[in-house]
Antibody, heavy 118, light 106 residues
């Protein structure tokens, strides 16, 4: 059974870069697409983007200018980088497996709260 | 940008049928998915490709999608079904989520 585990700093200062990593276990990262979804406190879900193991990416147009998703097949993990953060980027960040790159998100990681504050 | 609209809340009595709608332009031409999120937990896929259930999701949970509306139906609703539910679809390569519906089992 595949499991995803997010890791990274829980506190980031405004204007700095948010960096998270998702470790994948129970499946090879070369078999699927992998992505990130975030949820602001008390709010709904927002798709951030995804990556395929060969490095091809697709990002939410509203975040595209600030987002980079990368993959490390040797470590079976992928990462999120979001630059120039503001308090509006405070959210729980989930890593997810995406079937076919355009269908369902399953499963989800446990999520990690990132707070943007000085 | 493409929008998916859900009612903020739906209430149902135990044992009754709950229906949650998700509206979007020509949504029936796309595949819809539904996610259940209980308080303090990560979302869980409950319906994909409009009508399919992942393993472990009971048969009393079903989905439909036609025209501009996708519908999640839960028959014989139980207290354990109380959660937020989100619909999701893809439009022009972008994943879109509905705003979520809080299902309350009274």
């Amino acid at each position: 059974q595949v499991q995803l585990q997010e890791s990274g700093p829980g506190l980031v200062k405004p204007s700095e870069t948010l960096s998270l990593t998702c470790a994948v276990s129970g499946d090879s990262i070369t078999n699927y697409y992998w992505g990130w979804v975030r949820q602001s406190p008390g709010k709904g879900l927002q798709w951030i983007g995804y990556i395929y193991y060969i490095g091809s990416t697709n990002y939410n147009p509203s975040l595209k200018s600030r987002v980079t998703i990368s993959v490390d097949t040797s470590k079976n993990q992928f990462s999120l980088s979001l630059n120039s953060v503001t308090t509006a980027d405070t959210a729980v960040y989930y890593c997810v497996r995406i079937w076919g790159g355009n269908t369902r998100f399953d499963p989800w990681g446990q999520g990690t709260l990132v707070t943007v504050s000085s | 940008s493409y929008d998916l609209t859900q009612p903020p809340s739906v209430s149902v009595s135990p044992g009754q049928t709950a229906s949650i709608t998700c509206s979007g332009d020509n949504l029936g031409d796309k595949f819809s998915s539904w996610y259940q999120q209980k308080a303090g937990q990560s979302p869980v896929l409950v319906i994909y490709e409009d009508t399919k259930r992942p393993s472990g999701i009971p048969e009393r949970v079903s989905g439909a999608n036609s025209g501009n509306t996708a519908t999640l139906t839960i028959r014989g609703t139980q207290a354990m079904d109380e959660a937020d539910y989100y619909c999701q679809a893809w439009d022009s390569g972008t994943a879109v989520f509905g705003g979520g519906t809080k299902l309350t089992v009274l």
